[in-house]
C-alpha cells in the first residue's frame, strides 16, 4: 500500500523480516554509528534519540522519493536500560534479572524523508515467567542472542515458552512497531 522506497538504515534481520512480511519495499544500507546518548536523557528517550542519531548519519543516502527508516530498541526494567550484553555473563545477569517479572520494552523509530523528518516511540510491557540457570544457560548457548536488547529475542526460544503476555504488539517488542510506522508513513510529506 505504500508506494515510496524505504532506505532501512539497520543491520537487524528482523525489521528487514518484519518488513518483507508486511510487505514494503525497502533496500537495506548501514554503517557503523555511535549509539551513545547523553546520561541524563529520560530513560524513555533513549531509543528515540539514537533512532534520530542513526537517521542523521543515513540522511546522505536519501535519493528522490525514497524514506530512511531507522529503529533502536531498549529493555527498561526498574529504571535501569538493558542494551546489548557484552558476553555471557552479561546476559546471565540480565535474563536473572528480567525473570520472573514485568519490563518495558521501547522501541524509537525515525523517518525521513526530502521535506520531513518525524520521530516517535512505541512502549510495550511484557511478562516474564521465571527463568531457571539451565533455561538461562540453554537459551544463551542455543541462540547466542548478544545482538539483542536484554539478552533476548521474542521470537525465539525464551518468547515462545517463558513470555506470559505482552501489553503491545509483538513486532514492537522485536524491534519494529509496522503498524505505527505504516501510519506515519501514510501521512509522511
Request: charged content about 30%; hydrophobic content about 35%; overall charge negative.
Amino acid at each position: 500500500m505504500i508506494q515510496r522506497k524505504i532506505l532501512l538504515f539497520s543491520k537487524s534481520p528482523r525489521r528487514s523480516q518484519l518488513l518483507r512480511e508486511a510487505g514494503f519495499q525497502f533496500e537495506v544500507v548501514s554503517r557503523e554509528v555511535d549509539e551513545s546518548y547523553p546520561a541524563d536523557l529520560e530513560q524513555g528517550q533513549v531509543a528515540e534519540y539514537i533512532a534520530r542519531k542513526k537517521a542523521r548519519a543515513a540522511r546522505e543516502l536519501l535519493r528522490p522519493g525514497e524514506v530512511i527508516l531507522t529503529a533502536d530498541t531498549v529493555v527498561v526494567l526498574e529504571g535501569r536500560i538493558y542494551e546489548k550484553p557484552v558476553d555471557k555473563a552479561d546476559g546471565q545477569r540480565m535474563l536473572r534479572e528480567l525473570s520472573g517479572k514485568v519490563h518495558e520494552v521501547i522501541t524509537g523509530v525515525c523517518l525521513v524523508s526530502e521535506k520531513e523528518e518525524r520521530s516517535f516511540s512505541v512502549r510495550s510491557k511484557v511478562h516474564f515467567s521465571p527463568l531457571s540457570e539451565a533455561e538461562i544457560d540453554y537459551y544463551l548457548e542455543t541462540y547466542q542472542p548478544y545482538d539483542k536488547a536484554g539478552a533476548y529475542g521474542i521470537q525465539e526460544w525464551i518468547g515462545h515458552c517463558k513470555i506470559e503476555r505482552i501489553e503491545g504488539t509483538y513486532p514492537s517488542v522485536m524491534g519494529l512497531p509496522v503498524d505505527a510506522v505504516y501510519r506515519e508513513l501514510a501521512t509522511l510529506a
